[in-house]
């Protein structure tokens, strides 16, 4: 009996430690939290109140991000599609390409020779981070999962 009970707490030690079979749980961050890490990375955050959302801005050097908080989960994904559609009409240079899943969550990638975007939609939040410069790809998709989007 004390084997059975140690050869399985092994197993159940060995799939904790490697993850195997359990994905990452992305949960929504706070105001508080967005506004924590982004400043933590180098960006200045201004956080304005509204009836049906509270719109933070992050601005840095290297790259900036815009992060929502929606009252509702449909007022987040009318957001989430108007962010889009804006993005790709307007995204301008070479070598213009979108890729999108809705996997988990919703993302939306726009890369050109001019800019780097990735819009996220997670519940009720919605964050947009970018850089002007295609080189900075690694900051944003870093500065991304520091928020744990």
Same mark, same amino acid.
């Given at each position: 009996?004390?084997k %059975?009970?140690m ?10 430690? +490697?993850?195997c079979g359990?994905?990452? $749980?992305r949960?929504p961050i &706070?105001? @508080?939290?967005?506004?924590? %890490?982004? @400043? ?15 719109t933070?801005n992050g601005?840095?050097e @290297? *790259?900036s991000?815009q992060?929502y =908080?929606?009252?509702t989960i449909e007022?987040s994904?009318?957001? *989430?599609? *108007?962010? %889009? &559609?804006k993005l790709? /009409?307007s ?5 213009i390409t979108?890729? !999108? +899943? @809705?996997?988990e969550y919703?993302?939306? /990638?726009v !890369?050109?020779? +001019? =800019?780097? &975007?990735?819009v %996220? ?6 964050v947009?981070? *970018? ?6 790809e690694?900051l $944003?998709?870093e500065?991304? !999962?520091?928020l744990?989007?």
């Amino acid at each position: 009996m004390k084997k %059975i009970f140690m050869a399985a707490a092994a197993v159940f030690l060995l799939i904790a430690l +490697t993850g195997c079979g359990v994905g990452k $749980v992305r949960n929504p961050i &706070s105001v @508080e939290k967005y506004k924590e %890490i982004s @400043e933590t990375n180098g960006l200045t955050v201004d956080i304005r109140e509204g009836d049906a959302s509270t719109t933070c801005n992050g601005k840095g050097e @290297e *790259y900036s991000s815009q992060f929502y =908080v929606f009252d509702t989960i449909e007022k987040s994904d009318a957001a *989430y599609e *108007y962010l %889009i &559609s804006k993005l790709v /009409t307007s995204v301008t240079g070479e070598n213009i390409t979108t890729e !999108k +899943t @809705e996997d988990e969550y919703k993302k939306c /990638t726009v !890369k050109s020779t +001019t =800019v780097y &975007s990735v819009v %996220i939609q997670l519940e009720n939040t919605l964050v947009y981070a *970018y850089s002007l410069s295609d080189d900075k790809e690694t900051l $944003v998709d870093e500065y991304l !999962k520091a928020l744990g989007y």
